[in-house]
């Protein structure tokens, strides 16, 4: 059960069959009340996390959102607790069964004995409850089926969504029953892809395919130990190591690549000179692989994971395309490498199994794990029989669970910094099965909906989006997937605006990629089999905000078709908390102008551990709140959501609940904290503060003001730090306010709290200059430029307050506003006039929280909050259904009144069943 707390401390209980009735509740216009409890507007998730790291339950239960939906549950394995011992991992089955009968007795759907514990009927199930329970046995003695012993349910009810792939079992005939290749591209289209339809990037394609073979570099891979740098000390032979897995990855990278093109540029032209030296090289380079590559690797007997994934992706494109131009030598040793990688090496079958299906997510997994053991599993089948299972294996598992960052709405949990490293995968996976078996893998929401993501975390001439790994100015705007993507579904407004937005993908790009990144690839069969999108009538979108609920981001702007009048926050709450790539900045918001970051995420990506850990991994990095000087998780536990989001021409409001986030996980070993020089400790910044409630309100008021405005609740008294970061500069204007600039803007903000605080400005990073021990920014470069950070603090304990900023933004030349502190009236119930607006916000944390907006021109009006009871526009007003509801007003561009209500809806992960 998922037990939910009311604003008005009443609990209730809700399980999952109950939640049909729950999600009229939560979404519908209408309000009603269940049992004896009325519906709050305000409500809490009282979960430790809202995804599990490793699945716990089985699923799904109650509503789904899917038809058919995933069937998945996870016994965990035994520990091996004697010598000599047997796991049970890989020496287990599953099975099903599903029915509208819970006794199983009639109209039983079931499944064949599974070596993976998540299971698709591959059918429309008819509307209603629908039973299921599983049972597993060992393989040498498989008639023993241990079954569950309670029936698990979930209903249908004819809004789903329908979907019925091709089975694993239809894809492994297609592959067995059909010569190659099956990966690299079909057998028809060999010597057929090359772009007639762009004469000048065909062109352009062979003259570099020429080059490759005038040009004949040595296929050697050369350590020269006496360039490791001074500076980083000689003394540590892990960092060492890493110095030179990174620079021998380097070179093998670019001859890998090299042999990949010539071997393309051979399946485009028909020319057999690229097919030869493309395989003479290969031959060569496998020499290196067991070498030198294995000599700097991570694990004993093999390279660096990417290393791995490189000469994986070169051996199956031989053995899908080259096979029968092997000897029996080569062709067998090929086969047996490639499948001795895929059995025993990282994340292979045996380790992906009972692993990479039951795990939250896992970034290499899927920028490369699963794609790569897809494709080669294809490729191997007709060779060795156990990888047939493998294909059965993970064409299910990626079925299942790609894209992995999101669930629906198009987003990418991670961040866009780190989001091109999926663009291969995306374009490619689908792409390949899709003309595999002549299905749309590409219809999953999340592809239907990604354009539309882009379009607003990261729109063309603006910073990208700043809540990951990666520099956070200029972000993945994933150019082959959204041209890709207009030229199979034009009907998606959101693909052919991206596409039209975008600098069309650029050819020079493409023709030097094009031998060797899928996702480029992927493009030729897409140009060859579909017609050019029209993008001449496409306008810019009308709504300047929307709202990502699954990934837990909202983007909001004042000008999307031009960068140089836009002003941008971005603001997040998600649900997935902090996950890899991911950083803890929920409740984070940034604020940009001009194509140029103003309150901006600090930190550097490429610095040592120890800056990362501070300084740029961490909630002091991000534009959110410490609690006694604590940040927030690094762990799946810090989750944020978003309860509500409304936006009309002039406002645009997000209000998001960070509240738990602050659960004191931070996932570091002592091993490594020795090692790097760091404690995890509270006064480093990491601990649980104790915090109960964070409910952070945003609204945009075009054209040039943030609202943020704070609701903080602690079991104990705490110290509250509001913290604002800039990339370049930062000024302390006064006692209350900040100010930074651009080269387009000023942004300057001011602070208002009930209690005393203190505010400090200071360019100097928590743990010290942040060092370029890569040499991102040269030879000899030792530390990157510093960065600025204020802290707005109490300078009392308090258990509960709230604040409110105001940021103005004032385009012009850049240079800092004059000191001056905005005025306002009151001091619980503060107003402020602005130019344009007026705005009251309730300070006392003894009252019910209040904030409004109301612009002068009689146009709008939001009111949100505890105490929010009605709006007044003009002449009219409107009365909230429930107290505490958010209420928006505005006229349309008609004259029109329209009038938004809206109360706390539950992230769709936590409605359906279907996690995934």
């Known amino acids: 059960m998922i037990k939910i707390n009311m604003s008005n401390n009443k609990r209730f209980y809700y399980s999952k069959i109950r939640r049909s009735a729950l999600l009229i509740l939560f979404t519908s216009s209408s309000f009603f009340a269940l049992g004896q409890s009325i519906v709050s507007s305000e409500q809490t998730i009282d979960k430790f996390s809202i995804y599990e790291s490793i699945l716990e339950k089985p699923i799904p239960e109650g509503l789904v959102d899917e038809n058919s939906p995933w069937l998945h549950f996870r016994i965990p394995l035994p520990a091996v607790t004697k010598k000599g011992g047997q796991s049970e991992l890989g020496h287990r089955f599953y099975y099903f069964l599903l029915s509208q009968d819970p006794t199983f007795t009639r109209n039983v759907i079931k499944s064949k004995p599974k070596r993976w514990s998540f299971f698709n009927p591959y059918r429309i199930l008819e509307n209603g409850v629908w039973y299921w329970k599983f049972g597993y046995a060992m393989d040498t003695a498989p008639e023993k089926i241990t079954w569950s012993t309670k029936n698990y349910s979930f209903t249908i009810t004819g809004n789903e969504r329908k979907v019925v792939p091709p089975s694993a079992e239809q894809v492994l005939n297609r592959v067995t029953q059909t010569k190659g290749p099956h990966v690299v591209l079909l057998k028809e289209e060999i010597g057929k892809l090359l772009p007639e339809q762009f004469p000048e990037i065909k062109e352009e394609m062979i003259n570099n395919f020429n080059k490759l073979l005038e040009k004949r570099p040595e296929v050697k891979i050369v350590v020269d130990e006496s360039s490791y ?9 892990a960092k060492k190591h890493r110095f030179f897995q990174l620079a021998t990855f380097k070179q093998y990278s670019a001859l ?86 895929k059995k025993e090496g990282y994340l292979s079958f045996d380790k992906q199994l009972e692993f990479s299906e039951h795990i939250a997510y896992k970034a290499h997994l899927w920028q490369a794990g699963v794609q790569t053991l897809l494709m080669s599993a294809i490729v191997l089948s007709p060779y060795k029989e156990e990888a047939k299972t493998w294909l059965e294996y993970v064409y299910e598992l990626w079925l299942y669970r790609n894209p992995a960052a999101s669930r629906n709405d198009g987003g990418w949990h991670e961040g866009n910094g780190y989001f091109g490293a999926n663009e291969r995968q995306l374009l490619f996976t689908p792409m390949v099965m899709g003309k595999l078996m002549d299905y749309d893998y590409f219809s999953h929401p999340w592809y239907q909906n990604v ?48 596409l039209k937005s975008t600098k069309i993908l650029d050819n020079k790009w493409f023709i030097d990629k094009v031998g060797e990144n899928e996702a480029a690839w992927s493009l030729l069969s897409i140009w060859q089999h579909n017609k050019k999108p029209d993008l001449e009538n496409v306008k810019p979108p009308e709504k300047l905000a929307e709202v990502f609920p ?143 409630k964070f409910r952070r309100h945003v609204a945009m008021l075009r054209p040039g003001y943030v609202i943020i405005y704070d609701e903080l609740e602690a079991k104990q008294p705490i110290n509250w730090t509001f913290r604002l970061n800039a990339i370049q500069n930062m000024t302390k204007m006064a006692d209350n306010v900040v100010a930074t600039s651009n ?22 990073f928590f743990g010290g200059p942040a060092v370029d021990w890569r040499n991102r920014q040269g030879k000899d470069s030792k530390n990157y430029p510093d960065q600025w950070h204020s802290s707005i603090t109490t300078k009392n304990k308090l258990k509960a307050t709230r604040f409110i900023t105001i940021i103005e933004v004032e385009p012009g030349t850049g240079k800092l506003l004059k000191s001056s502190s905005l005025q306002y009236r009151g001091t619980d119930l503060v107003t402020f006039d602005l130019k344009g607006y007026m705005v009251a916000a309730q300070l006392n944390p003894d009252q019910p929280s209040y904030l409004e907006v109301k612009s002068k021109n009689g146009k709008c009006a939001l009111v949100t909050g505890q105490a929010a009871e009605k709006v007044t526009l003009g002449t009219e007003t409107r009365t909230a259904k429930i107290k505490g509801s958010t209420l928006f007003i505005e006229q349309d561009k008609t004259g029109k009144q329209v009038f938004t209500e809206k109360i706390d809806q539950l992230p769709d992960v936590l409605i359906y069943g279907n996690t995934y």
């Not at 485009?268 to 031959?283: A, N, P, S, W």
């Not at 395309?321 to 001795?340: C, Q, S, Y």
């Not at 063309?460 to 972000?475: C, I, K, W």
Request: net charge negative.
């Open 256 to 341: 890998s690549q090299r042999i990949e093109s010539l071997l393309r540029a051979y399946l485009l032209t028909g020319r057999d000179e690229f097919k030869k030296v493309g395989l003479d090289e290969f031959y060569k380079l496998d020499h290196e692989y067991h070498t030198t590559m294995i000599k700097y690797g991570k694990h004993p007997g093999y390279p660096d994971d990417f290393v791995l994934e490189a000469h994986v992706k070169l051996m199956t494109l031989i053995l899908d395309a080259f096979a029968g131009d092997l000897t029996d030598e080569w062709r067998n040793k090929i086969v047996d490498l490639l499948f001795k990688v």
């Open 550 to 692: 699954d990934l837990g981001y909202v983007g909001m702007h004042s000008d999307l078709s031009d960068p140089s009048k836009n002003m941008l926050v971005n603001f997040l709450s998600s649900p997935f908390g902090q996950l890899n790539h991911g950083h803890p900045a929920q409740n984070a918001f940034n604020v940009a102008y001009g194509g140029e970051p103003l309150f901006w995420r600090t930190g550097y990506y490429n610095s040592l551990d120890k800056h990362k850990v501070y300084d740029f991994k961490n909630s002091r990095a991000h534009n959110t709140i410490l609690a006694d000087g604590m940040g927030q998780s690094c762990d799946i536990s810090g989750y944020g959501w978003i309860p509500r989001f409304v936006s009309g021409i002039d406002i645009s409001y997000v209000l998001g609940d960070a509240s738990n986030a602050y659960t004191g996980v931070f996932n570091l070993s002592e091993k490594f904290q020795k090692d790097e020089g760091f404690v995890i400790s509270p006064e480093n910044g990491f601990g649980n503060p104790g915090v109960e």
């Open 229 to 237: 740098p001074d500076r980083l000390g000689t003394n540590d032979a």
């Open 743 to 764: 080269s387009s803007a000023t942004a300057t903000a001011s602070f208002f709290c009930k209690e005393a605080f203190d505010t400090q400005v200071t360019d100097q």
């Open 451 to 498: 354009a539309k993501y882009l379009s607003y975390s990261n729109p063309v001439g603006n910073p990208g989006l700043a809540f990951g790994d990666g520099n956070g100015y200029g972000g993945s705007e994933q150019l082959s997937l959204i041209e890709g993507l207009a030229y199979l579904h034009p009907e998606n407004y959101w693909n052919l605006w991206r």
